[in-house]
């Protein structure tokens, strides 16, 4: 039984006055018993705010991108090993954004990925296609050369500390979610990916979260899909309110 993973994904948005509120509001509105594990990943500068604000509770903190150097001439950047010295558990890894936006790729992803399994962090591998990629009947070809590349030499042992998040680019941040029969018809076909590349332990064990509009009012009926383990969450991860309508889903 795979256990739900909520995260919440807040990008490139609030104070630190606001992330902490929000992580504090989080913390004391989560129940220790919570039929889910919850994790909030807020822009970089307020990850050790956030990880005190939620201090004690049962919420974990995750970063929403790394490099795969420990150390050195990279300006800009965060290593994992920087992640880790200040409490963070997870980190989202080829999120479109850093794929489409940033022209990461997925052999970018995979050294990103080894470097936090080896620290100890836990990634949450995103893959996903474009519109014009599902119109042209390249979903499943797109998603499964996603995966091959960004889990490249990732061992089955490996995989135990490995999130996956099928985000179609088409529904992050445009309020078109896709239907549960959509999602879980990709999910499963994940699930035979992991089959195929590892074994039936594998795929029976890695919980797929969906991203992708999802909001209080979708969240039960993709929840209840039975290859969806879980959401990775935008916009609606930004108010405690709807974060905790979707975990409340789950
Ligand atoms: C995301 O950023 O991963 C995401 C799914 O965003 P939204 O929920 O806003 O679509």
């Known amino acids: 039984m795979r256990r739900p993973f909520i995260a919440g994904n807040w990008k490139m948005n609030t104070t630190k006055a606001d992330a902490v509120a929000l992580a504090s509001a989080l ?3 989560i129940n220790a018993d919570a039929n889910a594990d919850v994790a909030v990943c807020p822009p970089g500068v307020y990850l050790d705010a ?5 201090s004690g509770s049962a919420v974990a903190v995750g970063a ?5 150097e420990a150390s050195g001439a990279y300006t800009g950047e965060l290593s994992g090993g920087m992640l880790q010295d200040i409490g963070c558990t997870y980190v989202i890894l080829g999120h479109s ?3 489409h936006v940033f022209g990461e790729s997925s ?3 995979n050294k990103k990925v080894h470097t936090a ?4 962090l836990k990634p949450i591998v995103c893959v996903g296609e474009l519109l014009e990629e599902r119109e042209a009947g390249k979903t499943a070809d797109v998603n499964s050369e996603q995966l091959y590349g960004s889990l490249a030499g990732v061992t089955a042992e490996q995989m135990a500390n490995v999130t996956l998040a099928y985000e179609p ?8 979610v896709a239907t549960p029969e959509q999602a879980e018809a990709v999910h499963a076909d994940i699930r035979k990916f992991l089959a195929y ?3 039936d332990e594998v795929a029976n064990s890695v919980r797929i979260q969906y991203g992708g509009s999802v909001k209080p009012g979708n969240a039960n009926e993709l929840l209840s899909q039975p290859n969806i383990d879980g959401a990775l969450v935008g916009g609606a991860a930004l108010s405690a309110e709807s974060f905790l309508g979707i975990i409340a889903a789950a």
Do not use: C
């Not at 956030?50 to 939620?54: D, G, S």
């Not at 929403?64 to 795969?68: P, R, S, V």
């Not at 399994?117 to 100890?120: D, K, Q, R």
């Open 169 to 176: 680019v088409w529904a992050i941040g445009t309020g078109k």
């Open 50 to 54: 956030v990880v005190a604000a939620v």
């Open 97 to 99: 954004e850093r794929r």
């Open 197 to 199: 590349r590892y074994n």
């Open 27 to 29: 913390a004391s509105g």
């Open 64 to 68: 929403q991108n790394m490099h795969h």
């Open 117 to 120: 399994l080896a620290l100890g």
């Open 107 to 109: 052999s970018d992803v």
